[in-house]
């Protein structure tokens, strides 16, 4: 079925009459950067009033959700710590209830400290943060494995280094059932007026150094979404995911089995969505803020 | 035809009659590390003194051939700079002679002194070593491309970081015909008792957050050698490859028509050699100190 826009107020209403619950990407469709979408404050606002529940879902990793609870408050918009699932959370989540990680193992992580954060409240501890030292081919063979490491858990990390590389390389390869996980695998990163190399991009070395596959946590893939629908006991038939990428947010909407609706306030173009190459979301509407109008009449 | 043992004299005399050059991969075939090969002085100061000509093919870009000429006089080998062909000596010799890259522009290079050091011998300059400086999300959009730069040129670098790799993909990305270059491809790098991520893992990064393939010039691709060939004047049919390795060694003599002898001091077994489905040397030799025999008796 094509996507339907949704702008008449019949349509508003019928979509938020049909699902209990909304999960929303952040970046272009909440805000841009520091700047909010208009009228998305309000759109939130109506949401609670009648009752849904919001979950916001972020690939972003090099924050606590602490931090991102933070940024939210910044912007004048009302989200509990435990409404936010980042990528990094995912991650702890899934090495403490699904995988079971030994309490005496550590993780070798390569990212920012939101990931660091997210597994020291999960009980588990990470090294790697201080491999900064200078290399050389000479003193190669004093980097070894870790054998207490029983995980390497790969994010963003702007202070990655060689020494890091290999050791995760080392662990991965040489500790018999390391785990190997990514936080997320977006290629590029938005930073302005350019993209910049993302996760995906860097975890690229280590997937060719080894050899292995991680499991990628992050949209678009299904390990986050299971987590999600598991951590809030949620039922397909009555979630809909909000996004402004079709290969990511849209695409992790559709693995899962969700309605999906795409907002043209990010990446994605009218044009886009109706490729009927792309993924085809069920809904597209202009932006989040639209829904303000059920608001103001009510 | 399967691979020929060398073993008895008359195969060895054979083996030196019917060609006038020999290319030679060093580690595993003249060295291992900072130790030689028994025999190895011998065989080739015998292949000197019966007027054949020698040269040393190596995907090391770290360093520059006059520092690796050191290395093999600090071992008691007779060997001269212009005796020496590594990946960053080839990939400078391809820039200044096949690309002919303008004197106004810049090389943004990620690996070590030996690529740096080879581009200023033919007259160009490069930039990138001093991007080390931290990186953080807010201030990412300050990292922006360098219209001046003209070519990145990657090989193994121990410094790497965020900021390097983020520029050479705004440089490939946003320069228009911008060269996109790397010495060599090697997935892993031996470090003694394990091996590290090689310049082909780390190279993994940038072609993926571009999308560009860059052209490799090292072994076993076909630059190297086409610059080889091309450098000494050399007559394939009267041309044999000497390595340890099938898959980089032996193919990169087979890519370029020559006929190839592995030896069994380094990388592959006898196994690997009889093994069809693998690069098929034309002969193979315990060690290339067996030569040496034939220097006892002259």
């Known amino acids: 079925m094509p996507p339907q826009k949704l702008s008449a107020r019949d349509d508003l209403e019928a979509l938020v009459a049909r699902y ?5 990407d952040c970046d272009g469709v ?3 950067g520091s700047t909010l979408v208009p009228h998305v404050q309000a759109a939130l606002a109506m949401l609670r009033q009648r009752g849904k529940r919001l979950v916001f879902v972020t690939n972003n990793s090099a924050t606590s959700r602490r931090d991102y609870a933070k940024k939210f408050a910044a912007l004048g918009i009302d989200a509990a ?3 936010i699932f980042s990528s990094a959370y995912a991650t702890a ?3 403490a209830e699904v995988a079971r990680f030994p309490s005496d193992k550590l993780a070798y992580v390569i990212g920012g400290s939101g990931i ?4 020291r409240d999960v009980g588990i501890a990470s090294v790697g943060e201080d491999d900064t030292a200078p290399v050389s081919l000479p003193t190669l063979a004093e980097i070894e494995p870790n054998p207490a490491v029983g995980a390497v858990v790969f994010g963003i990390d702007y202070d990655i280094t060689y020494r890091k590389l290999a050791n995760a390389h080392l662990n991965i390869v040489h ?3 390391c785990l190997f996980i990514a936080t997320n695998d977006d290629r590029t990163l938005p930073g302005g007026k350019y993209v910049y190399p993302g996760t995906g991009a860097m975890l690229s070395s280590l997937v060719h150094s080894t050899q292995r596959t991680p499991l990628v946590m992050g949209k678009p893939n299904k390990p986050m979404l299971d987590c999600v629908m598991q951590n809030y006991h949620l039922d397909p038939a009555t979630t809909c995911m909000v996004g402004d990428r079709l290969d990511t947010d849209i695409l992790f909407g559709i693995n899962g089995g969700l309605a999906t609706l795409c907002v043209l306030t990010g990446v994605a173009s009218e ?3 109706l490729d009927p190459a792309a993924p085809q979301p069920t809904y597209y509407i202009d932006s989040l803020g639209d829904l303000a109008t059920l608001a103001e009449s009510a």
Chains 1, 2 share one sequence.
């Open 116 to 119: 660091r954060s997210e597994l």
């Open 20 to 24: 209990d619950t909304f999960l929303f």
């Open 30 to 32: 909440i805000w841009h």
């Open 175 to 177: 500790n018999p059932g």
């Open 271 to 273: 044009a886009d969505i």
């Open 93 to 95: 989540a899934y090495l």
């Open 81 to 83: 710590v435990d409404e």
